[in-house]
C-alpha cells in the first residue's frame, strides 16, 4: 500500500525552527521527484521546495529561499524540510507529494505530482 507520512509540525515562535519529515511507504522516494507544498487558510496550495530525482537539483519559493532546506535520507525513505527563521506567514499545512516518473526535474507545480501525503500542521505565532 503507498503511503507518505508527514510529521514535525507544530506551534512555533517567529524566528524559530522547525523540520518536517516525509516518511514513504510502498514506494522508493529516490526514485522519483519530491515536492513540499503548503496551503494556508482561504490560499491556494502553493509550492515550497521539491528535490529532483534525475541529478539531486532542489528548487524553492521566493519566500523561503535562505531559511528553509529540503533533503533526502534514502536509507529511511524520508525527505525533510528544515525550516528556519520561521515567520507568522509561513503558517499552514504542508504537505509533501510525489511525480511518479522516473528521471524527472522536480517544479513547483501541484499538477506535477500525482501522490500526496495528509499533511502536518505548521503555526508560527508568538
Known amino acids: 500500500q503507498l503511503q507518505l507520512v508527514e510529521s514535525g509540525g507544530g506551534l512555533v515562535q517567529p524566528g524559530g525552527s522547525l523540520r518536517l519529515s516525509c516518511a514513504a511507504s510502498?514506494?522508493?522516494?529516490?526514485?522519483?521527484?519530491i515536492g513540499w507544498f503548503r496551503q494556508a487558510p482561504g490560499k491556494e496550495r502553493e509550492g515550497v521546495s521539491c528535490?529532483?530525482?534525475?541529478?539531486?537539483?532542489?528548487y524553492y519559493a521566493d519566500s523561503v529561499k535562505g531559511r528553509f532546506t529540503i533533503s533526502r535520507d534514502n536509507a529511511k525513505n524520508t525527505v525533510y524540510l528544515q525550516m528556519n527563521n520561521l515567520k507568522p506567514e509561513d503558517t499552514a499545512v504542508y504537505y509533501c507529494?510525489?511525480?511518479?516518473?522516473?528521471?524527472?526535474?522536480?517544479?513547483?507545480?501541484?499538477?506535477?505530482?500525482?501522490?500526496w501525503g495528509q499533511g502536518t500542521q505548521v503555526t508560527v505565532s508568538s
Open positions: 507529494a510525489v511525480d511518479r516518473r522516473l528521471s524527472r526535474i522536480c517544479a513547483l507545480l501541484r499538477n506535477e505530482y500525482d501522490y
Open positions: 510502498g514506494f522508493t522516494l529516490h526514485y522519483y521527484a
Open positions: 528535490t529532483s530525482s534525475s541529478d539531486g537539483t532542489a
